[in-house]
T-cell receptor
Framework: DAGVIQSPRHEVTEMGQEVTLRCKPI?????LFWYRQTMMRGLELLIY????????DSGMPEDRFSAKMPNASFSTLKIQPSEPRDSAVYFC???????????????FGPGTRLTVL | SQKIEQNSEALNIQEGKTATLTCNYTNYSPAYLQWYRQDPGRGPVFLLLIRENEKEKRKERLKVTFDTTLKQSLFHITASQPADSATYLC???????????FGSGTRLQVQP
């Protein structure tokens, strides 16, 4: 198995531009998570999906952020418009759970390093 | 407020010694706690899970303890090796939120 796949691995953009991050979870996993990691705030959960349905988006910073999961094998996180404070590493993770149980481990992708100038 | 605390200072130890990392939490009543390893430029990798009714869990050179009275978990690596150098994160589920919350992690450096 290729594991969780994220693209792009690096993204440099200018303030005000739209940014789209992509994630392909591990086949058969029915929970998907988007995290953001910075030195100041550590690893923060932004949103998670179960069976393609958003369950908790309380971690999404503001309306500039949106996430979709149109099918079981693909998810996007979009930032529009982007701001310098959005610069961070964004991780996608998947888990073989139904419902949100800490019982199951999460498998993380390699992350997308976003720099907004 | 809910808080997960890990020592932000790096832990430097000599190869062969036992490394002990601490995870303290407040205002949580977690049923489980997980430990992850993160290498630079990579995503976290799951290591161990321990349930609230388990005092101790072992996996090869790793040992985790969970004290719900002290609200603390200890993570031990015995016979440490330079390859164990990484950042180690603890994670547990926040009250009222069905999602994992991660500590900020502790960086371990094992000197040869």
């Amino acid at each position: 198995d290729a594991g969780v796949i994220q693209s792009p691995r690096h993204e440099v953009t200018e303030m005000g531009q739209e940014v789209t991050l992509r994630c392909k979870p591990i086949s058969g996993h029915n929970s998907l998570f988007w995290y953001r990691q910075t030195m100041m705030r550590g690893l923060e959960l932004l949103i998670y999906f179960n069976n393609n349905v958003p369950i908790d988006d309380s971690g999404m910073p503001e309306d500039r952020f949106s996430a979709k999961m149109p099918n079981a094998s693909f998810s996007t996180l979009k930032i529009q418009p982007s701001e310098p404070r959005d610069s961070a590493v964004y991780f996608c993770a998947s888990s073989p759970t139904s419902g949100m149980s800490i019982y199951n481990e999460q498998f993380f992708g390699p992350g997308t390093r976003l720099t907004v100038l | 407020s809910q808080k997960i605390e890990q020592n932000s200072e790096a832990l430097n130890i000599q190869e062969g010694k036992t490394a002990t990392l601490t995870c303290n939490y407040t205002n949580y009543s977690p049923a489980y706690l997980q430990w992850y390893r993160q290498d630079p430029g990579r995503g976290p990798v799951f290591l161990l899970l321990i349930r609230e009714n388990e005092k101790e869990k072992r996996k090869e050179r790793l040992k985790v303890t969970f004290d719900t009275t002290l609200k603390q978990s200890l993570f031990h690596i015995t016979a440490s090796q330079p390859a164990d150098s990484a950042t180690y994160l603890c994670a547990l589920r926040g009250t009222g939120r069905r999602a994992l919350t991660f500590g900020s992690g502790t960086r371990l450096q094992v000197q040869p």
